[in-house]
């Protein structure tokens, strides 16, 4: 007897009952159930909002982003379990690659984006503070925080761990409580990385809830402050969209859906370049990995008229070098469909591409899949269709047949394939095949008002290029129009979709008391003590060093110039100088820098053990010969890490804001400086 699948909601497994079979996509064969009890979507969301959401706030940034690396180790040491669920969705070891370990690779990122990009704390300072008054008394700036509700994150069925995975790990980043609710075909391979989440106690309770089945009246108790996202058809995601309780509260919906993206076969690119072997091999792939069941998949190969014929003959030859059948059989590079729901799916969608378009290979009938028991399976030809006039046909341009399932379209000038791409009224990506830089950017950003992404192929990107349909943790996934209109990953982006974004305005003192960050203008906090000297632990916000006076002299720029071989004539040629808006001669600015270390460092050894950059240099003013300057050195963030040294010891970061100024009080350069500083030993 297959096994009944269980949601898990507030705490506990939901499910005992046997309810809608789950068939294997390889041989038809009953893998799990789904469960007939009703969800207690009034119980879930409470639990979300009573306990998920204090749990994650009692943790900050940082620390929830040690938990998405610890979360991510452990789900990459249980990888082989989840390989074993996921042949039954048809998919290959490298199908499989893409939604196991690109799911574990995407808290991986998130990871390090949060400890390197976001603070200590649950506030996110966008600043810097702009002053409103001309006193200095009144400023404006804005944070981030947490929304305070819930992310109900609704997935499609081609990748039930990586679209489980990549809506979490931005979300749980941002502190809010997740439900989950995978497409129910292949929801026994969500079910079952779910259980590995639970059973590794790494997530706060709370945190992350799975719905099994559908939604009943989940988002009728959504408020204000939640969040739903969406991936799978355009049409469902627009039945979603005017979702009445969704409009009336104003909760934001974000769309991934279906696109007819496309590839580009620029006129520049010949039959000889190996730029065209690099097209028709771009094409292939994106037909037979997942067996073409990606939303970023190439529907659309937009081809040179000349080079139609020669394009379509390249690919049906490697198209049929695909051997089609059961995964585990030796030698197979395409599996199946995820289900017999989809067979018939793609097999009524191609029927209706034909009305406009040639048959080249393929088709529902030109199936042989190896493998025993694979009569019973959901497998599908690689399918190539053409379109010698698809300006005068609308299904190659409206009709997605999610599948192995490609159409070749032939076009006359650069204009018309531009005008072809646009047919697709809004895709997630789209590719340019070119050897031609002049023709990228002529093709480019016409092309981007209608795409999430564009993906640029050449021989020289080729060697590391991750491939048309390739979505990246550190860049926008989504696009508009029939896309969806919406956005996911992206790097820091993606978090700060479940954010708050708001202006504050007040006094500086008041800005950097609110923001965690001192704000130029804020009330100063100076004391004997060199900030130096202090443990991480021990600075405050605010504390400020103002140095001595140092009087710039000609010797100094002309050391200078002799130890970094700047000779600049605006440094030693007086001449020259005069005739420029400065009248005389001025400074090297990375003097002043240096000059302003020289004033502020403690030299000694100390909790300070390393600068490791800068940020926002400017230099204002210059700084003449004869011009005395000062710094003033401010605590101005800092980010506990929880890191520790080889020999245990704690470290964080601290960023310095640096004035420096001349003897008249005017600012003439600024910048941030970032210094790892170690904290307190504690006794072993």
């Not at 009890?37 to 940082?62: M, S, T, Y």
């Not at 991934?256 to 690119?269: F, G, K, Q, T, W």
């Not at 710094?631 to 601290?654: E, H």
């Not at 004035?659 to 350069?669: K, Y």
Request: aromatic letters at 6%; one cysteine or more.
């Amino acid at each position: 007897m297959a096994p009944t699948l269980q949601s898990h909601i507030a705490g506990r497994w939901v499910g005992q009952d046997a309810a809608q079979p789950l068939c294997s996509a390889v041989n038809g064969k009953v893998v799990a159930h789904t469960h007939a009890e009703a969800i207690d979507f009034a119980e879930a969301v409470d639990h979300a909002r009573r306990v998920g959401l204090p749990n994650l706030l009692r943790l900050d940034f940082q620390q929830r982003a040690q938990r998405l690396k610890a979360l991510a180790k452990f789900l990459m040491e249980r990888k082989e379990q989840l390989y074993a669920v996921s042949a039954h969705t048809g998919a290959t070891r490298a199908d499989s690659w893409i939604d196991i370990e690109g799911g574990a690779g995407t808290l991986f990122a998130y990871a390090g984006l949060g400890s390197n990009e976001l603070p200590s704390g649950n506030v996110v300072h966008e600043g810097p503070a702009i002053p409103l008054g001309k006193k200095g008394g009144f400023a404006g700036t804005h944070i981030l925080v947490p929304r305070r509700g819930v992310a109900v994150h609704i997935n499609a069925f081609n990748f039930p761990v990586w679209g489980l995975l990549e809506k979490f790990a931005p979300s749980f980043l941002a502190g809010m409580p997740c439900i989950g609710k995978p497409a129910t075909a292949t929801s026994y391979l969500t079910e079952a990385a779910m259980r590995l989440i639970v059973e590794s106690g790494i997530l706060p309770e709370g945190a992350l809830q799975l719905v099994i089945g559908g939604t009943g009246d989940l988002l009728d108790r959504l408020n204000e402050q939640d969040v739903v996202t969406f991936t799978g058809s355009a049409d469902t995601a627009a039945r979603l969209r005017v979702h009445p309780n969704l409009i009336r509260n104003s909760v934001p919906f974000n769309a991934e859906a279906d696109s007819l993206n496309c590839a580009i076969l620029a006129p520049d690119v010949t039959p000889d370049d190996e730029e065209f072997d690099l097209f028709v091999k771009e094409v292939a792939r994106e037909m037979t990995v997942k067996a073409g069941q990606k939303c970023t998949a190439i529907r659309r190969a937009i081809v040179p008229r000349q080079h139609l014929d020669t394009v379509a003959e390249r690919l049906k030859a490697r198209l049929a070098k695909v051997v089609v059948g059961d995964p585990s059989v030796e030698g197979v590079r395409m599996g199946a469909l995820a289900s017999h729901a989809q067979l018939a799916d793609v097999a009524e969608r191609v029927a209706m591409l034909r009305e406009g378009a040639e048959l080249v290979c393929g088709g529902a009938d030109a199936v042989r899949p190896v493998g025993d028991g694979t009569a019973g399976g959901a497998f599908f030809a690689p399918t190539l269709l053409l379109s010698r006039q698809p300006m005068a046909h609308d299904a190659v341009h409206d009709v997605e047949a999610f599948g192995p399932v490609s159409t070749l379209m032939a076009y006359d000038g650069i204009d018309e394939a531009l005008a072809l791409a646009a047919r697709g009224r809004g895709s997630l990506v789209a590719t340019l095949v070119t050897r031609d830089p002049q023709i990228a950017a002529r093709v480019i950003p016409e092309a981007a008002a209608l795409h999430g992404r564009l993906h640029i192929l050449d021989r020289e990107s080729a060697v590391e290029s991750t491939g048309h349909g390739s979505p990246l943790p550190v860049l926008k996934h989504g696009g508009p129009g029939r896309a969806g209109g919406g956005e996911e990953l992206g790097g820091v982006r993606a978090v700060k979709h479940y954010l708050q974004r708001t202006a504050v305005q007040g006094s500086p003192t008041m800005l950097a008391a609110v923001t965690g960050e001192h704000v130029r203008g804020a009330k100063l906090i100076e004391t004997e003590v060199h900030p130096f000297r202090r443990h991480f632990e021990e600075l405050q916000i605010g504390e400020s060093l103002l140095t001595h006076r140092r009087t710039v002299g000609e010797a100094d720029i002309v050391n200078f110039g002799g130890i970094s071989g700047d000779y600049f004539y605006m440094h030693f040629d007086e001449i020259a100088a005069k005739e420029t808006q400065f009248g005389q001669r001025i400074a090297h600015g990375y003097f002043v820098l240096s000059a302003a270390a020289g004033l502020f460092v403690s030299p000694a050894p100390g909790p300070v053990l390393a600068n490791y950059g800068l940020d926002t240099l400017r230099f204002v003013k210059p700084v003449a010969i004869g011009d005395t300057i000062r710094a003033r050195l401010t605590c101005k963030r800092k980010i506990d890490r929880n890191r520790v040294d080889p020999s245990g010891v704690g470290q964080g970061v601290v960023a310095w804001d640096v004035e420096v100024s001349n003897q008249h009080g005017e600012l003439v350069a600024s910048y941030d400086i970032l210094t790892l500083v170690a904290k307190r030993a504690t006794a072993a």
